[in-house]
């Protein structure tokens, strides 16, 4: 299957501080990058689906302002989570669809960690 | 009533057993059905991906749609412990480009 990467994987940061976790398909070009969330023993919840060089969509609820998404190349698609706080804590995971793929993959995750 | 509906379980089965996996929907323009595999911690995997009805098989795993009941299954045969992990079956519309609804998820441990 195709690779899609996250990074870091893991980050703890204070509460108020930005945090940007970048989605990077590297063997293929992704037209629609996708961000969910995923509360333990929960499933995943789609935040925001983003296509290159446009503005993202976010879901009814999801704060445009406090989680920041840029999708400026084919390949790669960052999340910002600005002024932190414990609530936003949480695992975030992107996805990745484009040609010649015709099904979204997935990378490992990011676990957020807010003091 | 939530679009997709999937037994959370936990399902526990000792190995070498075959387990169904099922989901249920509501949406008749759904004509995508895809089966993930989480690890704890970790992204989800995609194992199978189906377009309308039928059947697909690769390898241990099948995929069956029957979309006159609205009903999805996945299949493991020969089931081993490394299969032991949250299963998410997710469907789609148009496409799977298209926004995917995921069932709740059915965390299965194989046991040795």
């Known amino acids: 299957g195709a690779v899609v990467s996250q990074h870091p994987s893991r980050v703890i940061c204070k509460s108020g501080t930005s945090v940007k976790i970048e989605c990077r398909s590297l063997d293929f070009q992704a037209t629609t990058m996708f961000w969910y969330r995923q509360f333990p023993k929960q499933s995943l919840m789609l935040m925001a689906t983003?296509?290159?060089?446009?503005?993202?969509?976010?879901e009814q609820g999801v704060e445009k302002d406090k989680f920041l998404i840029n999708h400026a190349s084919l390949t790669l698609s960052t999340l910002t989570v600005t002024s932190a706080h414990p609530e936003d804590s949480s695992f975030y995971i992107c996805?990745?669809?484009?040609?010649?793929?015709?099904?979204?993959?997935f990378g490992p995750g990011t676990r957020l960690t807010v003091l | 009533q939530k679009e997709v509906e999937q037994d959370p379980g936990p399902l526990s089965v000792p190995e070498g057993a075959i387990v169904s996996l099922n989901c249920t929907y509501s949406n008749s323009a759904f004509q995508y059905f895809m089966w993930y595999r989480q690890y704890s911690r970790k992204g989800p995997e995609l194992l199978m991906y189906?377009?309308?009805?039928g059947n697909k098989e690769d390898g241990r795993f099948t995929a069956q749609v029957d979309k006159s009941s609205k009903y999805i299954s996945l299949f493991i045969r020969d089931s081993q412990p490394s299969d032991s992990a949250t299963y998410l079956c997710a469907m789609s519309a148009r496409g799977s480009a298209r926004q995917l609804t995921f069932g709740s998820g059915t965390q299965l441990t194989v046991l040795p």
């Open positions: 189906t377009y309308s009805s």
């Open positions: 996805s990745a669809q484009g040609t010649p793929r015709d099904t979204q993959y």
């Open positions: 983003s296509n290159e060089g446009s503005k993202a969509t976010y």
